[in-house]
T-cell receptor, first 113, second 116 residues
């Protein structure tokens, strides 16, 4: 169990650019989640995968956001045409079931300048 | 929709003291899970303790215990014999059971500072 890995740890981008983050969950976990956390707030749910199927998307996830989980393994989160309001910590978590809680990664901190 | 409220933005106690962090939630669900997560300055969220709503017995994990009052929709965390390493943000979180999305709903957190 090597934990949940997220890359990159930090990303600085210019407004209007596209960015992509990667999450490698714990291998035996079939559930994968993306959250966004802004300063002084708790994480907010973005989207959820069970295996390769994206089962839920939050209303926070605008059309500029897309997430994939090909083959039910790693996941990517892409933000197109970034805006300053997208600046946040993007957290990935995985789980083997509802009652077990999540294992979180260290997050990707995005700064849009 | 569920809401989670943590009314203490920041707390500070001396090392070895006992501290209680409060959490209340609002839901129409009868079956759900409650969690406390710790987020140290390194930013990785760590699960501290979890509670199933159908269990009346309060969960305990070493120095961490909860006081779960289902009727009052209250879920407080007690940390006994606090240590410097307990300094972190603590988030209370709710998850409903059953079908559909099972995302966690978090409170805004309590910043706990353990003073030497």
């Amino acid at each position: 169990d090597t934990g949940v890995s997220q890359n990159p740890r930090h990303k600085i981008t210019k407004r209007g650019q596209n960015v992509t983050f990667r999450c490698d969950p714990i291998s035996e976990h079939n559930r994968l989640y993306w959250y966004r956390q802004t300063l002084g707030q708790g994480p907010e749910f973005l989207t959820y995968f069970q295996n390769e199927a994206q089962l839920e998307k939050s209303r926070l996830l605008s059309d500029r956001f897309s997430a994939e989980r090909p083959k039910g393994s790693f996941s990517t989160l892409e933000i197109q045409r970034t805006e300053q309001g997208d600046s946040a910590m993007y957290l990935c978590a995985s789980s083997r079931g509802q009652s077990y809680g999540y294992t979180f990664g260290s997050g990707t901190r995005l700064t849009v300048v | 929709a569920q809401t989670v409220t943590q009314s203490q933005p920041e707390m500070s106690v001396q090392e070895a003291e006992t501290v209680t962090l409060s959490c209340t939630y609002d839901t129409s669900e009868n079956n759900y899970y409650l969690f406390w997560y710790k987020q140290p300055p390194s930013r990785q969220m760590i699960l501290v303790i979890r509670q199933e709503a159908y269990k009346q017995q309060n969960a305990t994990e070493n120095r961490f215990s909860v006081n779960f009052q289902k009727a009052a929709k209250s879920f407080s965390l007690k940390i006994s014999d606090s240590q410097l390493g307990d300094t972190a943000m603590y988030f209370c979180a709710f998850m409903k059971t059953g079908g559909g999305a099972d995302g966690l709903t978090f409170g805004k957190g309590t910043h706990l500072i353990i003073q030497p």
